[in-house]
T-cell receptor, first 115, second 108 residues
Framework: SQTIHQWPATLVQPVGSPLSLECTVE??????LYWYRQAAGRGLQLLFY??????ISSEVPQNLSASRPQDRQFILSSKKLLLSDSGFYLC??????????????FGPGTRLTVL | AQRVTQPEKLLSVFKGAPVELKCNYSYSGSPELFWYVQYSRQRLQLLLR??SRESIKGFTADLNKGETSFHLKKPFAQEEDSAMYYCALNFGNEKLTFGTGTRLTIIP
């Protein structure tokens, strides 16, 4: 069966420090991968998505970047964190094919606090 | 612009009463709509999709193209329905656009 992992589960970082959040998927090949930020009152905001290795689409211009170095690995990064980067970050995957991407499977999330 | 709107951030309903979570969208094409749910300490997951015309855990949702709505309904609320609910829409590509969510609390 397919599983999705995220780490770390929680992270406290000072302003200006770098960031690297990792997401990996097991049990499937060639998934679509997604990074979201979940904030109270603002819902679920899509940050990046990827349909293949090295293919990244950015949805919201900001202080973050994403990379997909391997088929089932998706990394969210920042060179210098801002206070506004605090939030709950979710990774998700979906299968390819018509309508398959409509069912997305979410990871447990990473709670990031920037101080 | 393509948008999904959930007008209620919070909704409290007594156990046994009917539940309606509102979702409106703006899109000129033929949308595909979904409801996702996140129970306490669980992962966000798909609840139902309009194309399946299914009832999951007693919930149903009807797409009303005239009113551009996709409200989620249940005739009799149960305590285990307390959760965060997100309406989501696919605009014909590889991604979903989510609403801001409604936190549903069922009062015993």
């Amino acid at each position: 069966s397919q599983t999705i992992h995220q780490w770390p589960a929680t992270l406290v970082q000072p302003v200006g420090s770098p960031l690297s959040l990792e997401c990996t998927v097991e049990g499937t090949s060639n998934p679509n991968l997604y990074w979201y930020r979940q904030a109270a009152g603002r819902g679920l905001q899509l940050l990046f998505y990827s349909v293949g290795i090295g293919q990244i689409s950015s949805e919201v211009p900001q202080n973050l970047s994403a990379s997909r170095p391997q088929d089932r690995q998706f990394i969210l990064s920042s060179k210098k964190l801002l206070l506004s980067d605090s939030g709950f970050y979710l990774c998700a995957w979906s299968s390819r094919g018509p309508r398959s991407y409509n069912e997305q499977f979410f990871g447990p999330g990473t709670r990031l606090t920037v101080l | 612009a393509q948008r999904v709107t959930q007008p209620e951030k919070l909704l409290s309903v007594f156990k046994g009463a009917p539940v309606e979570l509102k979702c409106n969208y703006s899109y000129s094409g033929s949308p595909e709509l979904f409801w996702y749910v996140q129970y306490s300490r669980q992962r966000l997951q798909l609840l139902l999709r309009h194309i399946s015309r299914e009832s999951i855990k007693g919930f149903t949702a009807d797409l009303n193209k005239g009113e551009t709505s996709f409200h989620l309904k249940k005739p009799f609320a149960q305590e285990e329905d307390s959760a965060m609910y997100y309406c989501a829409l696919n605009f014909g590509n590889e991604k979903l656009t989510f609403g801001t969510g409604t936190r549903l609390t069922i009062i015993p």
